[in-house]
């Protein structure tokens, strides 16, 4: 039982590119969400999915996108990489019942140079 | 706006001193809360959390936490620290119907021997 996990673990983009972080969670929970973590602010929701083919914007959705197809796996992706996006974003995911703990995978630092 | 506020940004300790990491929250109703620990480069771990019943909760690793409706506040507390308790300790709000998380800005703990 794995958990979530994240890849990369790290990666380099320069301005313009694109890329697509992956999440993967094999507790076959309903919600999963995409948050990003920038020094001495917390962690901030970008994304999140209450199941398979729904998902709605959070706090800051703005350069991001995306999808879920399947239970298991929650793709988030960079169009058009800036300096700002230069974060670690943290992939969780819950059973869906309020209050229930978030588990969390070990996150993907981005530097956008 | 909901929001969670973390007044203190670094604290160091003593190993074996007593410990207690400060969270208030402007919410509405009672919220869902919560505590987690970040170690460094890793995860966040759930480390208690509140939603009804006894306002003083037990969590892992000796850690408690006491909800004061009155003061808006869930302070995290442990007896006697250890060094490995080094991380950055994060207070959390569930709202809404999609168990979406609020985060404080965090409490970075150094330990000293």
């Known amino acids: 039982n794995a958990g979530v996990t994240q890849t990369p673990k790290f990666r380099i983009l320069k301005i313009g590119q694109s890329m697509t972080l992956q999440c993967t969670q094999d507790?076959?929970?309903?919600?999963m969400y995409w948050y990003r973590q920038d020094p001495g602010m917390g962690l901030k929701l970008i994304y999140y999915s209450v199941g398979a083919g729904i998902t709605d914007k959070g706090e800051v959705p703005n350069g991001y996108n995306v999808s879920r197809s399947t239970t298991e796996d929650f793709p988030l992706r960079l169009e058009l990489a800036a300096p700002s996006q230069t974060s670690v974003y943290f992939c969780?995911?819950?059973?869906?019942?309020?209050?229930?703990?978030?588990?969390f995978g070990p996150g993907t630092r981005l530097l956008v140079l | 706006a909901q929001s969670v506020t973390q007044p203190d940004i670094h604290i160091t300790v003593s190993e074996g001193a007593s410990l207690e990491l400060r969270c208030n929250y402007s919410y509405g109703a009672t919220p869902y809360l919560f505590w987690y620990v970040q170690s460094p480069g890793q995860g966040l771990q759930l480390l208690l959390k509140?939603?009804?019943?006894?306002?003083l909760v037990q969590g892992i690793k000796g850690f408690e936490a006491e909800f004061k409706r009155s003061q808006s506040s869930f302070n995290l507390r442990k007896p006697s620290v250890h060094w490995s308790d080094a991380a950055e300790y994060f207070c959390?709000?569930?709202?809404?119907?999609?168990?979406?998380?609020?985060f404080g800005a965090g409490t970075r703990l150094a330990v000293h021997p």
């Open positions: 509140y939603f009804s019943g006894d306002t």
């Open positions: 507790m076959n929970h309903n919600y």
């Open positions: 969780a995911s819950t059973q869906g019942l309020q209050g229930e703990t978030q588990y």
């Open positions: 959390a709000v569930s709202f809404g119907g999609y168990n979406k998380l609020i």
